[in-house]
C-alpha cells in the first residue's frame, strides 16, 4: 500500500494536541559555539502517516524486527483506503519501538463500508506483530483503524505499524 499513496488518505492522524517533534533538538552546531540561535527546532509534520517509515522518520520496527514497508501511524489514526477490485487486506501490526514502553494494549481493526471485518488482539509495548487479515471483495472503503487507552498517550500519543500492508487480488 505504501507504494500507492493516492489509494490511502489520512481521515484521523491521532494528533489530538500539537506538539514538536520528539527527534529533534536545539542543536549547538560546531561554528556556531554555545551562543547565538543555533539550529533551531522543527515541525516538520510530525504525528502524521507516513509510507514505510515511521511517524518520527525512523525504519518501521515491532519487538526489534524491522520492515522495509508498510505505513506508521498514531493510535487514534483512521486510515481510509480506496479499494479497485481487491479482495484481501494483509498486514502485520504491533507497536513501534520508537514509541514509550508506558501505556496500555493497542488493538488494531479493519472496516470495509462501515463494518468491522477483522481486530487484532490487544498488542503490548514488545510483544512481537501479529498478523491482521480481512476479506475486502465487494469493500469500497477500507478502514485501518489504530486505537489505544494507555496513560502514556496523553503525554504522547505512541506509534503504531501496519507492516507490510496490502491490498491482495
Same mark, same amino acid.
Given at each position: ?7 490511502? !488518505?489520512p ?8 506538539? /514538536? +517533534? ?7 552546531? /560546531?561554528?556556531?559555539?554555545t %551562543? $547565538? ?14 509510507? +514505510? ?11 526489534? %524486527? ?16 480506496? !479499494? /479497485? ?17 508506558? $501505556? ?8 470495509? +463500508?462501515? %463494518? ?23 469493500? %469500497?472503503?477500507?478502514?485501518l483503524?489504530?486505537?489505544s487507552?494507555?496513560?502514556?498517550? /496523553?503525554?504522547?500519543? *505512541?506509534?503504531?505499524?501496519?507492516? !507490510?500492508?496490502?491490498?491482495? *487480488?
Amino acid at each position: 500500500m505504501s507504494e500507492q499513496p493516492g489509494r490511502v !488518505n489520512p481521515a484521523v492522524d491521532g494528533v489530538d494536541t500539537p506538539r /514538536a +517533534d520528539p527527534t529533534i533538538h536545539h542543536s549547538v552546531t /560546531a561554528w556556531s559555539g554555545t %551562543k $547565538g540561535p543555533g539550529e533551531h527546532v522543527q515541525y516538520g509534520g510530525w504525528g502524521g502517516a507516513r509510507a +514505510d517509515r515511521a511517524v518520527y522518520g525512523q525504519v518501521l520496527r515491532v519487538a526489534g %524486527k524491522d520492515y522495509d514497508t508498510g505505513l506508521g501511524v498514531l493510535a487514534g489514526s483512521r486510515l481510509e483506503v480506496r !479499494n /479497485a477490485g481487491f479482495r484481501r487486506f494483509a498486514a502485520e501490526v504491533g507497536i513501534d519501538d520508537a514509541g514509550l514502553a508506558a $501505556g496500555g494494549p493497542m488493538r488494531f481493526a479493519v472496516y470495509g +463500508d462501515g %463494518k468491522l471485518l477483522a481486530t487484532s488482539p490487544p498488542i503490548d509495548f514488545g510483544d512481537p506483530a501479529t498478523v491482521l487479515e480481512a476479506d475486502v471483495s465487494g469493500v %469500497k472503503i477500507v478502514e485501518l483503524v489504530t486505537r489505544s487507552s494507555g496513560p502514556g498517550d /496523553a503525554v504522547q500519543p *505512541r506509534p503504531a505499524v501496519w507492516a !507490510n500492508a496490502r491490498l491482495l *487480488r
